[in-house]
T-cell receptor, first 110, second 113 residues
Framework: GENVEQHPSTLSVQEGDSAVIKCTYS??????FPWYKQELGKRPQLIID?????GEKKDQRIAVTLNKTAKHFSLHITETQPEDSAVYFCAATRTYKYIFGTGTRLKVLA | KAGVTQTPRYLIKTRGQQVTLSCSPI?????VSWYQQTPGQGLQFLFEYFSETQRNKGNFPGRFSGRQFSNSRSEMNVSTLELGDSALYLC????????????FGPGTRLTVL
């Protein structure tokens, strides 16, 4: 069935370093790949997304890359700050059915 | 615009009971999706409604059901509650067209004793 694998499950980085989270999806028909950030006790918030006709998208310190052939997509956060500490979820979707990864807990150490 | 709202925010039930959760989408959004969030399983897709019709369904038992009203508000029902149903239930709304972008509500925390 449809599946999204997300790695790593936890990630600790020093403030100012970069963080990379990787996801692999199984449904080759997936055409939309959002990333959500969820802070403790809060709702998931969309931080960046990419569509299947684009290979890379950047928004300030955040970027997402997509490799459709390998069915991989990754989130890159540069110059990490303490407020980036949260759980990050990737998702793959087609026809409005979102399949989420299991999440990555990112800790930015000051 | 007001965001997605969910009621109630917290619920405590006992095994065997049933529960109904409500979700009001952002004004103009016609799609509502429901998710179950647990620490070990992440976000699991339950179902998605658009214009009062269920368009997609996840792999949950028939005890989980939903519906959508003409004003796009949606309800989710869980019958014969089990301990394993304890979770945060999130709904998300979107326009429902090709834009895909979903906005989440704050969730309903269900505890089954």
């Amino acid at each position: 069935g449809e599946n999204v694998e997300q790695h790593p499950s936890t990630l600790s980085v020093q403030e100012g370093d970069s963080a990379v989270i990787k996801c692999t999806y199984s449904d080759s028909a997936s055409n939309y790949f959002p990333w959500y950030k969820q802070e403790l006790g809060k709702r998931p918030q969309l931080i960046i997304d990419i569509r299947s006709n684009v290979g890379e998208k950047k928004d300030q310190r955040i970027a997402v890359t997509l490799n459709k052939t390998a069915k991989h997509f990754s989130l890159h956060i540069t110059e990490t700050q303490p407020e980036d500490s949260a759980v990050y979820f990737c998702a793959a979707t087609r026809t409005y059915k979102y399949i989420f990864g299991t999440g990555t807990r990112l800790k930015v150490l000051a | 615009k007001a965001g997605v709202t969910q009621t109630p925010r917290y619920l405590i039930k006992t095994r065997g009971q049933q529960v109904t959760l409500s979700c009001s989408p952002i004004s103009g959004h016609r799609s509502v999706s429901w998710y179950q969030q647990t620490p070990g399983q992440g976000l699991q897709f339950l179902f998605e409604y658009f214009s009062e019709t269920q368009r997609n369904k996840g792999n949950f038992p028939g005890r989980f059901s939903g519906r959508q009203f003409s004003n796009s508000r949606s309800e989710m029902n869980v019958s014969t509650l089990e301990l394993g149903d304890s979770a945060l239930y999130l709904c998300a709304s979107s326009l429902g067209d090709s834009s895909n972008e979903q906005f989440f509500g704050p969730g309903t925390r269900l505890t089954v004793l």
